[in-house]
């Protein structure tokens, strides 16, 4: 039996906490909160470097989308959970799994470091403070799940210290109280200045969102009110996009413009739409185009009672100025030699694991970005470093793992436009599929091709769900590929809450079977 120390209980220490579990180790859990959740755990009052959604915050990924892999969201749940129900679903997997018992709450880590004979047991010494004790103790691996959201970024605009307003990160925003008729300015586009300006521009006097660079604004409800994440992630859609990336990525941002003209709106970017980080929100065109929400430049200086725009307008009685500006991440706690952090960059193994440490048995979960859900990544992330930790999967050399780590940063900067925001940016379908690689339980999809194609469809051409993952390799479910074939009903029930005309369509199942015969066979001959 190996001990392993897991550190914070949000979604990614619950799943680490299972996947030992799984894999026959010994976790214990420290949380320093007397929460399970992380984030996804309201509170009412602000706490200093603990990252909280606000009030109002629904998700931005799809239910089936986001789930654990073995642990699907219940068919009644919305697509897009409010975050008590995120939270409720997290306390359902904590239940199922039996993972309370195993955290320690209350309780911080103040420091993580190697012990003396690290070199020869890869064991490590961490100092845990409880309410009424501080004490030491030695592990033999260590899964950090601390997030990276809980230190805002603060960029220092000029004259900011004179306006007499009200200032506030978004960290800090809970709810709209206190900004009723006032003048408020929004700074930054990302997800959150978008939830907040949407929500405060139906109760102030005038709402003013500031975006540097502009954005892409996708929406939650796709084409036939379906999730977007379901009709966008799917394997043949990443296939597409690897293949012939310029023509897919201009037709996507045409079909963007169809629905609203990003340059009118003053919102278009200068970035193509994959080398940024795009804003998903439905309402903020709507917001727009009545009035709600004006869109400016970005601030060059702010005035006592105001603000001056890069291109020479103002604004010149402001009430409240909201930076949502990001956060930035590191693990202070761990000590220098392991693990550095600088401007957002770090360098990981496959977002993951130190590359210079002689036993690796230290793995970071959750710091990466992807353009989908976090949690099923995390997952696959902790069923590969159990692997790891328990000797079935040995990684390559260093100078192996550092080839990996430079080119994949050179990639990212090819990519993406030079910013915070963007140093640990991954793709959904790719990440997901080189991790499962690594841990031997990526879907064979030419061999389901023969034996079961109606499946192998599902996988290849429906959305990328992370029950795939559990069909084949080490910690297969058997209830997965019910769950794969269900999918769609599970997302259509909470819409069915009233009886409705339906229209008969007629069954055109023998010439659906040729097609899927067809496609299989030239699929079979692809991949
Ligand atoms: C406002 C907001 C909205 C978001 N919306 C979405 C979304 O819609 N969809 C999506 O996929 N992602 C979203 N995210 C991203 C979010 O990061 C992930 O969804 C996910 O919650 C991250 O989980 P985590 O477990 O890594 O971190 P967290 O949920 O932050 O949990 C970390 C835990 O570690 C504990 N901890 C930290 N340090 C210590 C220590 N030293 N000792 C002991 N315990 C410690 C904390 O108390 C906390 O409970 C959002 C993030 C924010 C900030
Ligand atoms: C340990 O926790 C106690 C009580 O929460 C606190 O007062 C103290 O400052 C903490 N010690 C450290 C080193 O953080
Ligand atoms: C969802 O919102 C979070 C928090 O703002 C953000 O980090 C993430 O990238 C968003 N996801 C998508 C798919 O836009």
Same mark, same amino acid.
């Given at each position: 039996m190996k001990s392993v120390a897991v550190i914070g209980a949000g979604c990614c220490g619950l799943t680490a906490?299972?996947?030992?579990?799984? /894999?026959?180790? /010994?976790?214990?859990c420290f949380e320093r909160g007397n929460y399970i959740s992380g984030l996804w755990h309201y509170t009412e009052d602000v706490e200093e470097g603990q990252a909280c959604v606000m009030k109002s915050t629904v998700i931005n990924t799809s239910k089936e989308m986001m789930c654990y892999s073995d642990f699907p969201i219940p068919a009644d749940f919305p697509? *897009?959970?409010h975050n008590q129900q995120v939270d409720r679903y997290f306390h359902m997997y904590a239940d199922k799994f039996g993972l309370r018992k195993y955290i320690n709450f209350n309780t911080e880590v103040l420091s993580v470091k190697p012990t003396k004979t690290f070199n020869s047991d890869g064991q490590w010494e961490i100092a845990i403070n409880t309410s009424d004790k501080e004490e030491t103790r030695v592990f033999d691996a260590v899964l950090i799940c601390t997030g990276h959201h809980a230190e805002k970024n603060l960029?220092? %605009?000029?004259g900011l210290n004179k %306006?007499?307003?009200?200032?506030? #990160?978004? #960290?800090? *925003?809970k709810d709209y109280h206190g900004y009723e008729d006032k003048n408020v300015l929004i700074i930054g586009i990302g997800n959150s200045g978008g939830d907040v300006a949407t929500e405060l521009s139906r109760i102030t006097s005038q709402v003013y969102l500031s975006t540097r660079s502009g954005s892409w604004i996708l929406n939650r409800v796709a084409e036939k009110g379906l999730p977007w994440d379901m009709v966008q992630s799917t394997r043949f859609?990443?296939?597409?996009?690897?293949? %012939?990336?310029?023509m897919i990525t201009s037709r996507t941002e045409k079909k963007l413009d169809k629905k609203i003209d990003h340059e009118k709106y003053c919102l278009k970017p200068k970035h193509h739409l994959f080398s940024? #980080?795009?804003t998903l929100n439905d309402e903020l065109p709507n917001r727009i185009i009545s009035g709600g929400v004006i869109v400016k430049a970005n601030v060059a200086e702010f005035t006592e009672t105001g603000a001056i725009f890069e291109d020479g307008t103002t604004i010149d009685n402001l009430d409240a100025v909201i930076l949502a500006t990001g956060y930035s991440f590191g693990f202070p706690f761990i000590d220098k030699s392991v693990i550095e952090v600088k401007a957002n960059k770090v360098d990981l193994y496959k977002y993951m694991f130190p590359p210079d440490l002689q036993k690796h048995t230290m793995a970071i979960i959750g710091c990466f970005q992807p353009l989908g859900a976090i949690m099923p990544l995390s997952e696959m992330q902790c069923r590969l470093a159990t692997r790891v930790f328990k000797g079935l999967k040995t990684l390559p050399e260093s100078s192996k793992m550092w080839k990996d780590i430079k080119s994949k940063h050179a990639a990212m900067s090819m990519r993406y436009k030079q910013s915070l925001r963007h140093t640990i940016q991954v793709d959904y379908v790719p990440y997901m599929d080189e991790l499962a690689e690594m841990v031997g339980c990526k879907p064979k999809i030419g061999k389901l091709v023969l034996t079961d194609p109606k499946l192998?469809? /599902?996988i290849f051409f429906g959305p990328c769900t992370p029950c795939q993952y559990r069909l084949m390799g080490p910690g297969p479910w058997k209830g997965a590929r019910n769950?794969?074939?269900t999918q769609w009903e599970r997302v259509y029930k909470p819409l069915q809450t009233r009886p409705c005309a339906k229209t008969e369509r007629k069954s055109s199942g023998a010439i659906y079977m040729l097609i899927v015969a067809v496609i299989a066979v030239l699929l079979y001959f692809i991949l």
């Open positions: 906490i299972k996947c030992c579990l799984d /894999e026959g180790l /010994e976790p214990v697509i *897009y959970m960029p220092n %605009f000029p %306006f007499k307003g009200n200032v506030k #990160h978004t #960290h800090d *925003y859609n990443t296939k597409l996009l690897t293949t %012939f990336p310029n940024a #980080h795009p192998a469809m /599902e769950a794969i074939m």
